[in-house]
């Protein structure tokens, strides 16, 4: 089975933009995770989704969003970048109830 | 709330030899899972092995080992015949079966070097 793809890879924006990243999950997964890794913070959770619907959500301003499709495919949206958004941001999969696989991750500049 | 704690910023080992990194959890629930993650310099994250709490038994996975102990809320990784490959950021997480989805906690992280 092909593993967890994100796109694009690296990203380069300026503040006040706004930007979608994207995840595709491993086939037959329906849960996806979204993390952001940063030096100071380490990795911190900002969502879950399960079936389409959000199921968890971390402690990250409303800027940060995201939505799942029917095909289980995740988007996530930042919206106003701050420099304090410069990061990596890591996906992950799973079946319900098991261990998540991670996907390569974008690696988001805001200038 | 849950919280992961490794004590170990940085840790070394000659190749071959064999390494123990320290993980220490918080948590009131009884059952759980908890995690070991590699990341290595390409920044993928690697699922090493996993552990129920429900399972007295330590999981193993080749050259890797836990020493999983519930009462003490400690979850160590040990790594046998060390690599250079195994050159990377160990990271240990939990996770709530209860109400919290696919959310896993993450520890700091241990980054570990092997040294030929």
Redesign the interface.
């Known amino acids: 089975k092909a593993g967890v793809t994100q796109t694009p890879r690296y990203l380069i924006k300026t503040r006040g933009q706004q930007v979608t990243l994207s995840c595709s999950p491993i086939s037959g997964h329906r849960?996806?995770?979204w993390?952001q890794q940063t030096p100071g913070q380490?990795?911190q959770?900002l969502f879950?989704y399960?079936s389409e619907t959000q199921?968890?959500k971390?402690n990250f301003p409303g800027r940060f969003s995201g939505r799942q499709f029917s095909n289980s495919r995740s988007e996530m949206n930042v919206s106003t970048l701050e420099l304090g958004d410069s990061a990596?941001y890591?996906c992950?999969s799973?079946l319900e109830?098991a261990?998540?696989?991670?996907g390569?991750?974008t690696?988001l500049t805001v200038t | 709330a849950q919280t992961v704690t490794q004590s170990q910023p940085e840790m070394s080992v000659q190749e071959a030899e064999t390494v123990t990194l320290s993980c220490t959890y918080d948590t009131s629930e009884n059952n759980y899972y908890l995690f070991w993650y590699k990341q290595p310099p390409s920044r993928q994250m690697i699922l090493v092995i996993r552990q129920e709490a429900y399972k007295q038994q330590n999981a193993t996975e080749n050259r890797f080992s836990v020493n999983f102990q519930k009462a003490a809320k400690s979850f160590s990784l040990k790594i046998s015949d060390s690599q250079l490959g195994d050159t990377a950021m160990y990271f240990c997480a939990f996770r709530s079966p209860y109400n919290q989805g696919g959310k896993l906690i993450f520890g700091q992280g241990t980054e570990l070097s092997v040294k030929p």
């Open positions: 849960s996806v995770s993390y380490g990795l959770f879950e399960f199921r968890n971390g990596l890591l992950a799973s109830g261990e998540q696989y991670f390569p991750g690696r």
